[in-house]
């Protein structure tokens, strides 16, 4: 907490700081302005303009001199002022009091095999808790991580680029703060990879030619006007100027077309330019962010190069819509028509990189948030892999807990199913959800919330926590059975990591056990590896029939003074003590 805090600090300065040159510089144009102005007045009172010429000129050159170090010290403002906010946040987050990161709960899918059953996503989720991101694409992508396991290569470069990417957290901030300062959106987004599909508009060469000649011949015609005095030149440049605006009309529906579908994408375009050119200036060491860079260029130029310049098109086609400019710019220089061939040329070339660049800015977010995640956590592990189906967790822990008050328990997964038994509120649910959360952490090669962790990543199959669905017009018990058969149907192709609480609460107790004891029959038969939770202990005898692939854990209860006592420690064997009657005793129910 510290580096935040001092970075608060640090950026609180820096944004007093740029706030004063800010009003310094307002105030500075202002007065600039107002002296021009008296200039003229003078000029014009005295009936005589050349002892005011050179003074206004320099006025003019000090004021375009104060709008460029405007716009430089707004950014300065901005990157300070965001980076402040930034630094707030994580400290906000450490200190438990509450998030400012996206929860990720357009994500949410009740289906998906795990993440409504271990809250991915959604307030207070894994997401939220991992999420650094800050545009479209990367908040996508490090929800992608969280909902698909990567193959064990993948897993292991990526472990190396978190590794790396933890131990630049100034960096991670700067290409956060980029992303912050002007946010795109799924509406960007989509604008300009639209944009990128749409196919090129060929412009004739006769247009191409004329394009050139107008003002050509235009220049031609006032340097004569000039130099002889002939009227006929000037009328020509009147003649030629309206030529000049019909040839631009001639393209007029193709320059509006093209400029509706990019107005809106101008300011963000620079802002991922910001951010590629951060990236492209970044020296990297691991294969995986090396990777990501070199999706950043096309032949000798770099993305950040062309991107700019597709910014720069984009504002100077943007320009159409100011009337008296595009009559002006038009007329003298066919300006429209050479930047829309300009644009024409800039998308046949270069346009269908662009998603590969985007999504290098994604996937740079991506494991910058689970590098942000190792960094806050120094004391999570990045767990060794193996091809044998072993997973081991030493002192594990759910990562959304506090870290002051979890407790951490030790499991390997030999033999590889577990039958958990325990009372009510002694940690059975939560422990599920930590072993399975951490697996999701393993396969997407983040750190996870223990010691130390020896893991084959396998697919999470979960069913802790469904419900009604009154729009299919199902049952609970109904939507728990479809999601055991798809369980099965998963481990027939398939090795798993499956976690099952109390399964089969719609049917009576017979029927419950009865069933559950098969279950855990087609567990070991299908070599699912993970645990199912129940409080029916002749669901436990079984182990003695499957001694290599079955064994019974569970979570005790003290009563102690007439009080309950929860420690949370796993142990080996059955639960025995009985919570449900003292408490119902002691509050009076029964």
């Not at 144009?29 to 005011?52: D, K, M, N, P, W």
């Not at 028509?337 to 985007?358: G, N, S, Y």
Request: with cysteine; glycine share 6%.
């Amino acid at each position: 907490m510290d580096f935040y805090t001092s970075r608060v600090k640090s950026f609180s300065a820096e944004l007093t700081k740029y706030k004063k040159q800010y009003n310094a510089i307002s105030t500075a144009r202002f007065l600039v302005a107002v002296i021009f102005l008296a200039f003229i007045y003078l000029a014009i009172r005295q009936e005589s303009t050349l002892g005011y010429i050179i003074p206004s000129l320099l006025l003019v050159v000090i004021f375009i001199v104060l709008i460029r170090l405007h716009s430089i010290i707004v950014f300065k403002k901005q990157r300070a002022a965001t980076l402040v906010a930034i630094n707030e946040d994580e400290l906000n987050h450490l200190s438990r009091r509450g998030s400012n990161f996206y929860n990720g709960s357009e994500f949410a899918d009740p289906k998906h095999p795990y993440s409504h059953d271990l809250d991915i996503f959604g307030d207070n989720s894994l997401y939220q808790h991992l999420n650094r991101t800050e545009t479209y694409r990367g908040s996508h992508k490090l929800a992608q991580r969280l909902l698909t396991l990567l193959p064990q290569t993948e897993v292991l470069i990526t472990q190396e680029a978190v590794k790396e990417l933890a131990a630049k957290p100034e960096w991670r901030q700067e290409v956060q703060a980029l992303g912050r300062i002007k946010k795109d959106s799924s509406s960007t987004y989509n604008t300009l990879v639209a944009w990128s599909k749409t196919p090129t508009v060929k412009i004739d060469v006769l247009s191409t030619v004329l394009s050139v000649a107008g003002p050509v011949a235009l220049l031609g015609s006032f340097i004569g006007y000039l130099i002889t005095g002939n009227g006929e030149l000037l009328s020509a440049c009147t003649y030629i100027f309206s030529f000049n605006l019909l040839a631009t009309m001639a393209k007029a529906k193709a320059i509006k077309n093209e400029a509706a579908g990019t107005t809106a994408i101008n300011e963000i375009v620079n802002q991922y330019r910001l951010i590629i050119n951060s990236i492209e200036q970044q020296n990297f060491r691991s294969e995986k962010l090396n990777e990501i860079k070199s999706k950043l260029g096309n032949g000798n130029m770099s993305a950040g190069n062309l991107i700019e310049k597709l910014a720069l098109l984009f504002g100077q086609l943007d320009t159409v819509a100011n009337v008296f400019a595009a009559i002006l710019f038009n007329g003298l220089f066919q300006y429209h028509v050479h930047i829309f061939r300009a644009l024409q040329l800039w998308k046949k070339k270069h346009a269908a990189q662009i998603t590969q660049w985007l999504d290098a800015i994604a996937e740079t977010e991506a494991l910058s948030s689970l590098a942000n995640f190792s960094y806050n956590n120094p004391g999570y592990a990045l767990p060794e892999l193996n091809n044998g189906y072993a997973i081991n967790f030493k002192n594990l822990a759910h990562p959304l807990l506090n870290p002051q008050k979890r407790i951490g328990n030790d499991i390997t997964f030999t033999p590889g199913f577990t039958i958990l038994t325990g009372s009510n509120m002694s940690g059975k649910s939560t422990f599920l959800r930590s072993l399975g959360i951490n697996m999701v952490l393993a396969g997407a090669g983040a750190p996870v919330c223990a010691v130390s962790a020896d893991v084959h990543p396998l697919p999470v199959l979960v069913s802790m926590r469904l419900s009604d669905s009154l729009s299919d017009s199902e049952s609970y018990f109904f939507a728990e059975i479809k999601r055991l058969k798809f369980i099965m149907d998963e481990l027939d192709s398939k090795r798993s990591f499956v976690l099952l609480d109390e399964i089969l609460r719609g049917t009576n107790s017979d029927d419950k056990r009865t069933g559950t004891i098969e279950v855990v029959k087609k567990m070991v038969q299908k070599q699912a590896i993970g645990a199912i939770a129940t409080h029916d202990i002749e669901v436990c005898n079984i182990a003695d029939d499957y001694p290599d692939s079955l064994v019974n854990r569970c979570f005790e209860v003290e009563i102690a003074q007439e009080e309950l006592h929860f420690d949370y420690t796993l142990r080996n064997g059955i639960c025995r003590n009985k919570s449900a009657t003292f408490l119902m005793k002691k509050t009076g129910v029964i």
